[in-house]
């Protein structure tokens, strides 16, 4: 079974839905902010989110040539500017479910690990077509748990028209960070869920972390 090739596929339908789901993660950029802060915290982020977004553009275009000669510039872009603002520890468990619980300490450690590399490769591709997308967060809306704030955007600029798109966020250390995002009403988190979940009632989830890491390594 491919899983990045069928992951890719999943959720990288355009150049526009892939870009502004990493555009719109690593828009994100940790912000302190107390857990009993006034609403006005919420326009703060929003800022924040709307102004990195167009910095990241901004930064991705500069390196187009440099990009397209070495992919591997774009995988270190991806790297230092979405990993830092997602919360994988966090992702990894809602990913795994049930299955997070019952794994051990060295499993929750390896999967982590192998799904930030294929979150940084099943990304990455579409990115190195970036054109003239753009990012406009519109507002905000209360998470599921006191801690989460839910960011609410659209990108725009490709084939596919205006594409809402929101950003799950919870605070970690007083800080803003991503772990799910919903693309048109599809969330990462429950497709991720149920791919994942297929493997590991067939072959268990140490099967999936070494099917992972050959993907990853591939």
Request: no cysteine; hydrophobic share 45%; glycine share 6%.
């Amino acid at each position: 079974m491919n899983l990045f090739n069928a992951f890719f596929r999943l959720f990288s339908r355009t150049n526009l839905i892939a870009s502004g789901l990493f555009l719109g993660i690593s828009a994100l950029v940790a912000m302190p902010v107390q857990a009993d802060a006034p609403p006005k915290s919420a326009t703060a982020a929003m800022n924040e989110v709307q102004q990195t977004a167009d910095s990241v553009i901004h930064e991705i275009a500069a390196q187009q040539a440099e990009v397209t000669k070495n992919p591997s510039v774009l995988l270190d872009i991806v790297k230092k500017k979405l990993l830092p603002q997602v919360d994988t520890e966090r992702m990894s468990r809602l990913v795994l479910g049930r299955y997070w619980r019952t794994a051990s300490p060295a499993q929750k450690t390896a999967f982590t690990d192998q799904f930030q590399q294929l979150l940084v490769r099943t990304y990455a591709g579409p990115l190195s077509k970036l054109g003239n997308q753009k990012i406009t967060v519109t507002g905000t809306k209360p998470g599921a748990d006191s801690d989460e704030l839910v960011v609410l955007s659209v990108v725009s600029g490709g084939n596919m028209g205006a594409v809402p798109v929101d950003y799950r966020m919870a605070q970690v250390d007083g800080q803003w960070k991503a772990f799910d995002v919903v693309i048109d009403g599809i969330s990462l988190i429950n497709n991720y869920r149920g791919s994942f979940a297929q493997v590991i009632q067939q072959k268990g989830l140490d099967s999936l972390i070494q099917t992972m890491k050959s993907q990853n390594n591939g």
